[in-house]
């Protein structure tokens, strides 16, 4: 079983619809979680961290972790064309562990 | 924001070749670096971390002889793909953190990466 598991997608939305990404992970020890979003051909760019429970919002961007149900999500309202990318879930201990990454396609 | 660069973004090499990729940070001291890869739609995977002054610590299954990589300032890594086959080509990607490992710093930058195709 892998430490965190996400749905490689792809998803494919209209332009305006709320979008949710989704992880799971299996490492009670994590602390902090993070969302990073990764346009093709380039380097991860962070999007949002949470520290333990509860939620944090910015923007568009919602980001939730329930580490009772070792369960993180990240809502994007009013998907925008530009928001299409691939996101990838991270949490942390010491070391970064990474999800495999969810391709969105937001469409106009 | 804090920026990492790396060079060259793309480079093709010969099979029995090395490669050496640079990763900077541009404006901040970075004392622990790191070095991820990935597979097209896969994701990224840990290969070392480095901090400055010190060897590397590779993660398990990665060939240190084979990635060599030197931390010798705290603002630039390299990477150097020994004997490089075609198994190797990937995409590389390095990543900085300002303050001591020990710390509970979550601000990890990453640069642009660098696509490597050994032909």
């Known amino acids: 079983q892998k430490e965190v598991e996400q749905d490689p997608g792809p998803l494919s939305v209209p332009e305006g619809a709320i979008v949710s990404l989704n992880c799971t992970y299996s490492?009670?020890?994590?602390?902090?979680f993070m969302w990073y979003r990764q346009y093709s051909r380039k380097g991860p760019e962070l999007l949002m961290y949470?520290?333990?429970?509860g939620n944090k919002e910015d923007g568009r961007f919602t980001a939730q972790v329930d580490k009772s149900s070792k369960y993180i999500s990240l809502f994007i309202r009013d998907s925008q064309p530009s928001d299409s990318a691939t996101y990838l879930c991270a949490m942390r201990t010491g070391k970064l562990i990474f999800g495999q990454g969810t391709e969105l396609s937001v469409k106009p | 924001g804090a920026v990492v660069s790396q060079h060259p973004s793309r480079v093709i090499c010969k099979s029995g070749t090395s490669v050496k990729i640079e990763c900077r940070s541009l404006?901040?001291?970075?004392?622990?670096m790191f070095w991820y890869r990935q597979f097209p739609k896969q994701s990224l995977m840990l290969m070392a971390t480095?901090?400055?002054?010190?060897?590397?610590?590779?993660e398990q299954g990665v060939e240190k002889d084979k990635f060599l990589i030197n931390h010798a300032s705290l603002t630039l890594s390299t990477l150097t793909v020994t004997s490089a086959h075609p198994e190797d080509s990937s995409f590389y990607i390095c990543?900085?953190?300002?303050?001591?490992?020990?710390?509970?710093?979550?601000?990890?930058?990453f640069g642009p990466g660098t696509r490597l195709t050994v032909t």
């Open positions: 949470t520290y333990s429970s």
């Open positions: 480095s901090n400055e002054g010190s060897k590397a610590t590779y």
């Open positions: 990543s900085a953190r300002a303050g001591a490992s020990g710390q509970s710093s979550y601000e990890q930058y």
């Open positions: 404006d901040f001291q970075a004392t622990t």
């Open positions: 490492n009670s020890a994590f602390q902090y």
